[in-house]
């Protein structure tokens, strides 16, 4: 159960990584600035939602990020408890994760 | 009508004027190595020119560039939003603090000088021109995230290579530490492809 945990983590704290740069990145692209009064409110909202709000994606998504690492930290303490890191890092190796 | 009828004879002739234009400057040039300068391109010559077509931008860090970086070896490739576009994010999830994280893009189908644009400069918070291992840069930091930089390279015409970097653990108070990895992850992203050149 440990390395499986482990490796789960591991994997989607390096899966949001990706798509955390990549919403970075398509945030400069998007250009929601029209001029006009609509488009301005619209743009404070969807910048808002975005990333100023304490609940923005961007804020949201970076801390379940750390979330996730320190799962993974926990789990592979644990696994050198019970003697499981070899376990463990087949595990990660299986889903192409060096450990 | 009579008026448009002069217009739309106006614009075929520019355009005709246009094409004649065109032609001699296509035919390849034997002498000289520099490329031909452009009129409408404001930017700086790059050494040579470095094809991103059919390149995996996953293959552009090596191993011992990742350890270098404190990375993992763990490479995720994706696609990007622009036609032909091809991703690859690196990072530091499980390493020594801090952790910062890169997006490798491979842009084929816009112009560097796409940046310059007002449409585009809107979304900006500032572009510096850089160099990058000899070859013309842009250093881009956003409005909308502050904790993020980008480094775009001048590769060819239509096509730039893309690196942005962002924190991977928690966030960032100001653009410049991810301006200084985004520059080394850059310059190395450039002597891997000019390797394989």
């Known amino acids: ?99 | 009508m009579n008026h448009r009828r002069i217009t739309a004879l106006l614009i075929s002739l520019t355009a005709a004027a246009s094409v004649t234009a065109c032609g001699p400057s296509e035919d390849p040039l034997p002498g000289p190595t520099l490329p031909a300068p452009s009129t409408t391109r404001a930017f700086p010559a790059r050494p040579k020119t470095i094809s991103l077509k059919d390149v995996d931008p996953c293959q552009l860090l090596t191993d011992q560039q990742l350890e270098q970086l404190t990375y993992g070896k763990n490479r995720l490739p994706d696609k990007g939003s622009r036609l032909g576009e091809a991703q690859c994010s690196v990072g530091n999830d499980f390493g020594p603090m801090p952790r910062l994280g890169s997006l490798i893009s491979l842009v084929i189908s816009e112009d560097i000088t796409t940046w310059l644009t007002p449409e585009r400069q809107q979304g900006l918070e500032g572009t510096r021109q850089i160099s990058i291992a000899g070859y013309p840069a842009l250093e881009i930091t956003g409005k909308l995230t502050k904790d993020d930089c980008q480094v775009v390279v001048d590769v060819a015409d239509g096509q730039y290579l893309d690196v942005l970097a962002a924190p991977n653990h928690g966030r960032g108070a100001s653009p410049e530490p991810y301006c200084v990895e985004a520059k080394r992850v850059a310059e190395m992203v450039m002597a891997t492809l000019l390797a394989k050149q």
């Open chain 1, 1 to 99: 159960m440990i390395p499986v945990l482990a490796a789960t983590f591991a994997e989607q704290a390096a899966l949001l990584r990706k798509e955390l740069t990549k919403a970075r990145s398509a945030l400069r692209i998007r250009e929601p600035w029209l001029g006009d009064p609509v488009s301005v409110e619209a743009t404070r909202l969807f910048n808002k939602h975005l990333t100023d709000d304490e609940l923005s994606l961007v804020n949201v998504l970076s801390q379940l990020r750390d979330q996730y690492q320190a799962n993974y930290e926990a789990l592979m303490a644990a696994a050198k408890q019970y003697n499981m890191v070899e376990q463990t890092n087949s595990a990660l190796l299986e889903r192409g994760i060096t450990p």
